[in-house]
């Protein structure tokens, strides 16, 4: 069983900063594709960032702002965010592709994080 564990979601104001982490844990083999979504209140899930072999890609609205980073040795992938602002506020989710023992190559959702930005 491969388990995907989120954290450091939370309240924060207008130009503050907030790390994401998502770390995985079961019978993983290797961890490829991984990314950040997020979903806020009546709009659609959305690629917020993306990391695969070595290549990162932003949507637009977090360039220069986020950064999405892992390490491999402790299958723990991350969403370092900064200047953040209440467009910023949804609930974000890492998605990533491991090859483990039970399901061969397989994409895994975390449970979800809620940040919310607002003064």
């Known amino acids: 069983q491969v388990q995907l564990v989120e954290s450091g979601g939370g309240l924060v104001q207008p130009g503050g900063s907030l790390r994401l982490s998502c770390a995985a844990s079961?019978?993983?083999?290797?961890?490829?594709?991984v990314g950040w979504y997020r979903q806020a209140p009546g709009k659609e899930r959305e690629l917020v960032a993306a990391l695969t072999s070595g290549d990162s890609t932003y949507t637009d609205s977090v360039k220069g702002r986020f950064t999405i980073s892992r390490d491999n040795a402790k299958n723990t992938v991350y969403l370092q965010m900064k200047s953040l602002a209440p467009a910023d506020t949804a609930v974000y989710y890492c998605n990533l592709q491991i090859y483990s023992t039970a399901s061969r190559w397989k994409y895994y959702w975390g449970q979800g994080t809620q940040v919310f930005v607002s003064s």
């Open positions: 079961g019978s993983i083999f290797s961890i490829n594709a």
